[in-house]
């Protein structure tokens, strides 16, 4: 159990495109969601916290119109990279907050996707 | 706010030796500790984390960790490592009652060698 895929797991886009990026829990319910950005041998910075019904939560320093987030169900957030140029390339992970209490409310990560901007 | 400090960027081991990679925290609040694996390309695997009661956890692939309170440590160690277990381990923290907010350490790549 406590399952969480993300989709695609590697996508190639062109300048100026826009691209979306999955993140589902496959056998729990989370009304909070994580996104993280990995950088090449660097830590996972936290982006935003999308809650479920409401607007997600960004930290400092991350443009919210650029990086949308969706958080339209109990199982699934969206991440829509707007406008990407080729620095926004990165490894893009999410994670997912099991609402039962019973869980500790631990969090579970994705797989990751490898967002390659040309 | 808190921070997490993993001095060692890079640790080299021989197959069957004994590791430990470090992790050191600062937060003005409690907090709840973590260590995650991330093998390439892939997310991220919690090994064990530390809620509360006993300081000597113990999780997964024979991982365990202590947690020091006085010195702010929580340190990940094996007593015989595996080629399997190459890989990057990260060490994260969040503050209780903080919504499970996890601020991560810069990572230790673990590499062993026969």
């Known amino acids: 159990g406590a399952v969480v895929s993300q989709h695609p797991s590697r996508v190639i886009c062109k300048s100026g495109t826009s691209v979306k990026i999955e993140c589902r829990s496959l056998d729990f319910q989370a009304t909070t969601m994580f996104w993280y950005r990995q950088f090449p041998k660097k830590s996972l910075m936290l982006m935003a916290t999308s809650n479920e019904g409401s607007k997600a939560t960004y930290e400092q320093g991350v443009e919210k119109d650029k990086f949308l987030i969706n958080h339209a169900s109990l199982t699934l957030s969206t991440l829509t990279v707007t406008s990407a140029h080729p620095e926004d390339s990165s490894f893009y992970i999410c994670?997912?907050?099991?609402?039962?209490?019973?869980?500790?409310?631990?969090?579970?990560f994705g797989p990751g996707t490898r967002l390659t901007v040309t | 706010a808190q921070s997490v400090t993993q001095l060692d960027s890079q640790v080299p081991v021989f197959e069957e030796a004994p590791v430990e990679l470090r992790c050191n925290y600062s937060?003005?609040?409690?907090?709840?500790l973590f260590w995650y694996v991330q093998y390439p390309n892939q997310g991220l695997q919690l090994l064990l984390k530390?809620?509360?009661?006993?300081?000597l956890v113990k999780g997964i692939n024979g991982f365990e960790a202590e947690f020091n309170k006085s010195q702010t440590s929580f340190h990940l160690r094996k007593p015989s490592v595996h080629i399997s277990d190459t890989a990057e381990y990260f060490c994260a923290v969040s503050e209780r009652g903080g919504g499970n907010k996890l601020t991560f350490g810069t990572g230790t790549q673990l590499k062993v060698e026969l």
């Open positions: 530390y809620l509360s009661g006993s300081t």
């Open positions: 994670s997912a907050r099991d609402s039962r209490p019973s869980s500790s409310y631990e969090q579970y």
């Open positions: 937060s003005s609040v409690s907090v709840y």
